[in-house]
């Protein structure tokens, strides 16, 4: 591997000395010099792609036998994991050069944040607010001097407002104390969620939701493992001793060990997870959780207290809800099931056990806002999660810059815009979506298994698609100053309280969730912050949505040759395409709403298409801690894995096309990458896709993606979609029968 990456390197060096003065532009009336797709493309940002590429690859590894080491190899021998991560992969690259564009931003001590025009108020007050939050972060001393009491602040006005007792609790204090928990906008919040969101029969207009909740663990299957549940029973109990014992643990030259735990503390937490545990005995499968059919259920109030009597869904409700805000429609509720068995259990529950649950929701959400030494079980809990060492040092300023990002992301995005997000950029993803969008209205015509009347609402649907690229333009406008300002001014940000800030943010952003109730659903409203490494597909307003964080190399540069563009940009778009037409997302309509557009036969034969990639995907492993075999849920990522194989093919067809139609690229850049010439365009197009999953994780984390998250590990995003393809295989010469090219395919769309 060593001595065929060390020949193409020198062919790099050959080309960086030879480096073109600008770059290339094969457009019409460009002044600048047009390359033929014979030519070698020698600018410096074909060099760096062309190099980035090489690094990651194993050219000794054989693409037919394992295409994630062909892609991969290099990068998994290059790369380490660093210490304060679970993973490293050029999403976390990305996501980590994103950070340090950002911290110039809102670290004033560095001296480049952005200045405001003068006389530009609005500028100025966004500018002094994200800087004020990060400045809060920072000063770890006034956090420290602060000590608990912020958090036990908090925590007193749950015990206050839910007396404990032996018996049942009071209906109406504990609905009212279920708003209260509600509104202060935690995650996991009770075991009753409420939120707002689109309504599936109307979803220009929005309706209040009810969702099952309040596991502290990933999943319900988790607490069926003892081991997992005694550390999260054992980190629970420390920390009701952290928040409510005699002793201010920062006075402390050790940590708690189990003896400093009085027994009070230790029976209250195994009475809160018993109470847990009882709950995921009751959850709703998560694949009836994600089925948009079996998850919407209007009920009316009544028809709720009917199935949770326990409960004044009344009195809760209003509770919730924002002053001069009102509910007059049927509440949507995900799981019947879930909400009549619970029932049962809150009738059985003492107040007391309720209230250390109460307070232990408060305490799981907001503790890590407190200085280190108040964190130590909660630290020492989440290293053995993610196998990172508990006592990794990280840089205080990177978490304090996702602080900014999580609470003031749209208002620090609209300088990361300006700096990263030039040119013609947003044009060319555009024009790449729009493209991958043909290709999918070019294919269902050909689909025999698809009929008429169903292609007939496949293309109707396709045609409706909203693509939002960049960054949001309403609610608020990123590119707006003044629009921002007018977004944030609920949220108020002091210098030296970053418990407060955080905590205010929580509220408010729950207070501006139910303030929607009554508003229409606005389709311009990016979910993601510009500065975000991903990209997603809303079904309920027919979305696709791409920030400016992901449209940057290695998924995009304008320069780069179509090839590469469409392998990675191309085929993230088609994805967010292909989630209209998943599993779940072909349940909605054009506009959004949940409607049957399919005939029943049609809706038979995608579901028997469908399942070979259940059952293709269930077969694959990963080896998780202990180097144990565990495999795949086929079912849990099904929809992830039909967006990944349908949007690789569009892309590919689309560039293909392209690619014939001008030759000679006179037109169209398909121009040589220095060091690669030896691989087709076509190679590469897959290449430049694997090379997007190269990944390392640790055994810990990978075992927990496996368990809870819908995407398939990076691995078998890159074989499992190599093995399905023709087009791959072709590309390759790989032989039939070969591990990568299978007898058997799986083909949806």
């Not at 994103?98 to 500028?123: C, E, F, T």
């Not at 799981?335 to 049962?344: A, F, I, Q, R």
């Not at 205080?396 to 900014?404: D, I």
């Not at 049957?596 to 492993?621: H, I, L, M, P």
């Amino acid at each position: 591997m060593v001595a065929a990456k060390i020949q193409l390197l020198m062919a790099i060096g050959v080309a960086l000395s030879v480096v073109q003065a600008g770059p290339v532009d094969n457009s019409n009336g460009g002044n600048k010099p047009v390359l033929s797709n014979k030519a070698i493309c020698t600018t410096p940002q074909c060099v760096l792609t062309a190099a980035g590429i090489l690094e990651d690859m194993d050219p000794t590894a054989d693409p037919c036998q394992d295409f994630s080491k062909f892609t991969c190899g290099g990068f998994d021998e290059k790369h380490e994991i660093p210490s304060d991560g679970s993973s490293i992969g050029p999403f976390n690259i990305l996501s980590a050069s994103n950070k340090r564009v950002l911290r110039y931003i809102v670290d004033a001590s560095l001296g480049k944040s952005p200045k405001a025009a003068p006389g530009d108020v609005a500028a100025q007050n966004n500018i002094k607010k994200f800087q004020d939050l990060f400045a809060s972060c920072m000063d770890e001393a006034s956090i420290l001097k602060a000590g608990r009491k912020p958090l036990v602040d908090e925590v007193q006005k749950i015990i206050q407002a839910f007396p404990a007792s032996a018996s049942p609790a009071n209906k109406a204090v504990l609905s009212k104390t279920l708003g209260q928990i509600t509104k202060l906008g935690i995650r996991p919040s009770t075991f009753i969620n409420l939120s707002v969101g689109s309504d599936p029969s109307n979803p220009l207009s929005n309706v209040l939701a009810v969702n099952e909740d309040g596991l502290g663990l990933g999943s319900s299957e988790d607490y069926k493992d003892e081991e997992l549940v005694k550390l999260y029973r054992d980190t629970a109990a420390a920390m009701f001793q952290v928040v409510f014992g005699e002793e201010d643990v920062a006075k402390r030259t050790q940590p708690l060990a189990p003896k400093d735990i009085k027994k009070e503390w230790v029976d209250a937490a195994k009475a809160v997870v018993d109470f847990e545990i009882q709950l995921a005995g009751i959850a709703t499968p998560r694949d009836d959780l994600w089925d948009p059919i079996k998850s919407n259920n209007p009920r009316t109030i009544e028809q709720l207290a009917t199935l949770t009597p326990s409960i004044d869904w009344t009195v809760l409700i209003q509770e919730v809800l924002p002053e001069g805000v009102k509910n007059s429609r049927p509440v949507l509720v995900s799981s019947v099931s879930y909400l009549t068995k619970l029932d049962p259990i809150l009738q059985k529950t003492p107040a007391k056990t309720l209230q250390h649950y109460f307070s232990w929701l408060v305490i799981q959400n907001l503790a890590n806002h407190l200085g280190k030494p108040y964190t130590q079980p909660l630290d020492a809990y989440n290293s053995v999660l993610n196998g990172i060492p508990a006592n990794v040092k990280v840089d205080r300023w990177k978490p304090c810059v996702s602080v900014v990002s999580d609470n003031l992301g749209q208002m620090a995005g609209h300088y990361f815009v300006e700096q990263t997000f030039k040119g013609n950029s947003r044009k060319e993803v555009m024009s790449i979506i729009e493209n991958v969008l043909g290709s999918y209205g070019k294919s269902f015509p050909t689909l025999a298994w698809l009929d008429k009347t169903t292609r007939e609402g496949a293309m109707k649907k396709l045609k409706a698609i909203v693509q939002l690229v960049g960054y949001s333009t309403d609610a608020p406008d990123v590119a707006s100053s003044k629009a921002l300002d007018e977004y944030y001014k609920g949220y108020t940000v002091a210098a030296n309280d970053y418990f407060g800030n955080q905590l205010k943010y929580s509220v408010w952003s729950a207070f501006d969730t139910f303030r929607q109730l009554p508003l229409p659903v606005n389709k311009n409203t990016m979910g993601m912050v510009p500065s975000t490494v991903n990209a997603y597909y809303s079904p309920s307003s027919n979305s696709i949505n791409f920030p400016a964080g992901i449209l940057q190399l290695p998924f995009f540069n304008v320069e780069n040759p179509e090839y590469v563009n469409y392998g990675s940009m191309g085929v993230v778009g088609g994805h967010e395409i292909g989630h209209a037409f998943d599993n779940s997302g072909r349940h909605y309509d054009a506009i959004g709403r949940i409607q049957n557009w399919w005939t029943n036969s049609t809706s038979k034969a995608f579901d028997e298409r469908a399942q070979c990639y259940v059952n293709q995907y269930g077969n694959f492993t990963i080896k998780g801690p202990g180097n144990k075999d565990y495999n795949l849920d086929g079912q849990l990522t099904l929809g992830e894995n039909l967006a990944d194989n349908g949007g690789i093919k569009m892309s590919f067809r689309v560039w293909q096309s392209r690619a014939k139609s001008d030759p000679n690229g006179k037109k169209i850049k398909n121009y040589k990458l220095p060091g690669l010439d030896k691989y087709t365009p076509e190679q590469l197009f897959f290449i430049s896709y694997g090379r997007l999953w190269c990944n390392k994780m640790r055994p810990e984390a990978l075992l927990n993606l496996v368990r809870t998250n819908p995407h398939s590990p990076a691995k078998w995003r890159i074989n499992g979609v190599a093995q399905n393809s023709p087009d791959f295989a072709k590309a390759f010469k790989c032989k039939a029968g070969s591990p990568m090219n299978p007898a058997k395919k799986c083909e949806v769309w």
